[in-house]
T-cell receptor
């Protein structure tokens, strides 16, 4: 597609449930990133994939969070046993080279 | 570690007035610096980027930023604010391993 696509755009889930957030990067972009934006907060780095290298998971806040990138393209961010503090907008971005990213519109996650 | 600090979480200007959004960075090597804008309910959009080619960088929508190594600053300016400039602005630095770290953001309000 022309841009980075994220789905769903909105997700409401009950506390304790697992959720999966999907990101379709721009075709050919080797780098993919996940960020979290909480209300009134800046962007919090979560995880970074670059080609076939091992991902940089240093930003994942707990072991309830995990992410995969299949075939160097689509990525899924999984949050297990969701908590209310997980409520945020989860942003995905992809990049082809060492410059700016292209961001998706995000998934707004609400844990009730 | 490379990081950015945005001074002022909220800036308010009158329409037609100068816009100045401050960003200071810390980096042990020449940095790649970026400004992103996030309009309400939208994803992040690249405004401009500094990649050491020129210290004064011009971006979209009339914005520009000047890299000042002596002040470790990369402030964003626009000579005359427009109502449509109301948004959240993020300064970011690209680290050596190609992931981006963002500032906390500055919300710009433009008064009629």
């Amino acid at each position: 597609g022309a841009g980075v696509s994220q789905s769903p755009s909105n997700k409401v889930t009950e506390k304790g449930k697992d959720v999966e957030l999907r990101c379709d990067p721009i075709s050919g972009h080797t780098a993919l990133y996940w960020y979290r934006q909480s209300l009134g907060q800046g962007l919090e780095f979560l995880i970074y994939f670059q080609g076939n290298s091992a991902p940089d998971k240093s930003g994942l806040p707990s072991d309830r969070f995990s992410a995969e990138r299949t075939g160097g393209s689509v990525s899924t961010l999984t949050i297990q046993r969701t908590q209310q503090e997980d409520s945020a907008v989860y942003l995905c971005a992809s990049a082809a080279a060492n410059y700016g990213y292209t961001f998706g519109s995000g998934t707004r996650l609400t844990v009730v | 570690a490379q990081s950015v600090t945005q001074l002022g979480s909220h800036v308010s200007v009158s329409e037609g007035a100068l816009v100045l959004l401050r960003c200071n960075y810390s980096s042990s090597v020449p940095p790649y610096l970026f400004w992103y804008v996030q309009y309400p309910n939208q994803g992040l959009q690249l405004l401009l980027k500094y990649t050491s080619a020129a210290t004064l960088v011009k971006g979209i929508n009339g914005f520009e930023a000047e890299f000042k190594k002596s002040e470790t600053s990369f402030h964003l300016t626009k000579p005359s604010a427009h109502m449509s400039d109301a948004a959240e602005y993020f300064c970011a630095v690209r680290r050596n391993n190609n992931d981006m770290r963002f500032g906390a953001g500055t919300r710009l309000t433009v008064k009629p």
